[in-house]
């Protein structure tokens, strides 16, 4: 199992209605073949640069990859990421068993 | 709910005997009371610094303070983290509803 998560910070002010609209389009990601454990959150932390996070897992690779791949999550990255996110971060992990 | 992560890099090499041993040790840490959800992860996107995440879930902030006072916490803190390990972030969120 693969966990991605994308830590981000917005252009929009917090408490905004923008920022409100990000934050609910972004959940529809959820609602892609593959997604699973889909969750939103609110970074907490004041020693990184970022506001939120989001986070998912996938069965395997070729599952992500698939996610990566359709249209839902394009359209979502072009029309809204790149434009309204003003930092981020990959975070993609594999438990161990440790 | 509060998860609590840090991103990390070690100083020992990959495969390592030093590498195992402290993943060994912090592991330890998941037997301080009131962490949940312990997890030691590798990572695997080649988009950030970082070889290897931690985190565990808390339910509230009394309890995260609890553990980052405790004697096995501060020991581990400063007798292994800080001299073996390279570079973090800190990442600790709470979920939203959306």
């Known amino acids: 199992m693969i966990r991605h998560a994308a830590l981000f910070r917005l ?3 917090a408490g905004s209605d923008a920022e409100a ?3 609910s389009d972004l959940a529809g990601l959820k609602t892609i073949p593959g997604v699973e454990a889909f969750e939103i959150a609110r ?3 004041p020693k990184n640069e970022y506001g ?3 986070s998912m897992t996938f069965a ?3 599952a992500y990859d698939a996610y990566n ?3 839902a999550h394009v359209t979502f990255v072009q ?3 790149i434009p309204e ?3 981020f971060m990959e975070h993609d992990t594999v438990a161990l068993a440790v």
Chains 1, 2 share one sequence.
Request: charged fraction near 10%.
């Open 60 to 62: 395997d690779q070729a």
């Open 21 to 23: 609209g990000f934050l």
């Open 69 to 71: 791949s359709h249209p």
């Open 11 to 13: 252009n929009h002010a």
């Open 43 to 45: 970074e907490v932390s």
């Open 85 to 87: 996110v003003a930092a």
């Open 79 to 81: 029309g809204r990421w």
């Open 52 to 54: 939120f996070a989001v």
